[in-house]
């Protein structure tokens, strides 16, 4: 089996979709124009998404009061400070910056919304590379 999406309940969905395609580069693959505004985001591997929607059926979590190891969105990032000093100029807030032995470097953030959001460099990969970023290396 492969991971398809995870799936978020979230305050402003039309927004945060927005923001994340804006500032980190995710995709709208389908959209709801109406309530509960389910909206599906892609990477740009194409091959997982996230699903956020305000729906009343139940609480949406107090993701700012929520301690960021609970609930996280973690990016590959190629260069974590400058990606944190774009995303702080664009309403992210920062949270904590880590350097593991390994060779990782992590930094938390939360979105405007209050949603952490994790930088990882990691100093093995722990993914695959696509066919295009091995083309991108060579």
Known sequence: MKLEHFA???ENPIAMA???VT?????VIRQMAAAPFT????DDSSRIMIE????PVDE????RQMNPLLVHLAFVSADPNTDKDRLVAAGAEMVSDQRLEDGSHLVMLRDPWGLAVQLCRRGQPMLAATENEHLAEA
């Open 8 to 10: 978020l309940n979230v």
């Open 60 to 63: 949406v979590l107090p993701y």
């Open 39 to 42: 909206t599906f985001l892609a």
């Open 18 to 20: 927005a923001w994340y």
């Open 52 to 55: 956020i929607y305000l729906n």
């Open 23 to 27: 500032n980190l580069g995710l995709r």
